[in-house]
């Protein structure tokens, strides 16, 4: 691959995920969370319970990140932070009653982005994509 394909595959990457968080943003503008919310949120709606480990983990954020997020998310009561009972050190993130109300929202969100970006591309074309774009992503892991 060329200099310039790498670039332009860096660029390409770039665009999208500004053009994800313009798409959100757009849609939190009528709510009181922020797009690092929406992204801690989306996968806590993904997997209520989920280790905030595992959620450092999967938005690519530190911990003190993470606690600031899960902070202000616990401070406007959509989410509660449990110690893990096996490991009083760890804490599993649940969605309260007012977090249920945002799952929908999110779902809803996350639906109409990729109707967004299935406008000019195939299913398939997007699974080939995804396919790819794991196995780039897979070099990098340690």
Known sequence: MEIIDTL??????????KNYANFVNKS?????????????LKEVVNCDGIAQDELIRNLSIDKAAATRIAQSLEKKEIIQRIRNENNKRFFNVFLTDEGHKYA???????????????????????KTFMTI??????NFEE
């Open 133 to 138: 774009f794991k196995k780039i992503n897979s």
């Open 28 to 40: 939190l503008s009528n709510t009181d969370i922020t797009l690092s919310e929406f992204a801690y």
């Open 104 to 126: 929908e929202f999110i779902k809803q969100t996350l639906s109409d982005f990729y109707n967004v970006l299935n406008n000019e591309v195939s299913s398939s074309d997007m």
């Open 8 to 17: 332009n595959l860096i660029r390409s990457t770039s665009l999208l995920r």
